[in-house]
């Protein structure tokens, strides 16, 4: 009831605080210790407990896999003169997530190809597992990073546009797909969806099934799809109109 939620409530406020007063404490020792802090930061399979368990002798879990790593890790580490530091391995972290879309798209009952376009700013690892992943499917291209006429030739003969990310700021790949009419298909994630409101297709991040069943239905449907690419460019082109832009950033100056 309300009364157990609040009392619950009061309770996790109050372990919350004592969290924070213990980090403080422990900041403020380390500050007067003067003891370095080192943190591990990088893609998801990128190496970083590899590199944790190398450096401290630590032996925490190293695996070859996205997201083995699900919590922060603090290990002090020795030097040879006599100082130390705390090395921190941090979650990875992976924003465009095409391997959802490859696995989704396996399994679709389609002629349709599957384009993957643009430039890794992820391992090499990974995107060498991702093309182990859709080998013996030749509908899957891989074109690597694109411009010009040949980024111009892909959207605007796009069937679906198609972004699973995790992570994103403000995607400008989903702005100009949309800009050409494309029908937009999205992860739930508030960068994403905030774009497309209801002008674009949206699936819950990382559902893989959600993905596969939304993708099958609009290429079973052209005229569904047709509905949303009709809506897309006069949406985003006035939504994202930069006079509306400058007079709204000039406004807030005034």
Known sequence: ???????????????????EAQRGLRRARRE?????????????NAGKSTLLNTLSDANVLAEDK?????????RTVRLPGGGEFLLVDTVGF????????????AQLKTDMRLVIAGGSSDTDTYVRNLKKQAEGDSRILFTGFVQG?????????????????YLEGMPLSLLEAMSYGN??????????????EDHGVIFPKGDVQALRDILQDLCNDEEKTE????????FVCGKYNWDAVTQKTLELYQ
């Open 1 to 19: 009831d309300r009364r157990r939620i609040r009392r619950r409530m009061s309770d996790l406020r109050h372990e919350i605080k004592e969290l």
């Open 32 to 44: 007067k210790n003067k003891v370095p802090v080192v943190a591990l930061v990088g893609y998801t």
């Open 66 to 74: 996205l997201f083995a790593t699900l919590d922060p890790v603090v």
């Open 94 to 105: 992976i924003s465009k997530l095409p391997h959802d879309l490859i696995e989704a798209f």
């Open 149 to 165: 006429t040949l980024l111009e030739e892909l959207c605007s003969n796009a069937y679906l546009y198609v972004l699973p990310s």
């Open 183 to 196: 029908c937009c298909v999205v992860s739930d994630i508030p960068e994403c969806a905030e774009v497309v």
């Open 227 to 234: 509905q949303y690419r009709t809506r897309a460019s006069a």
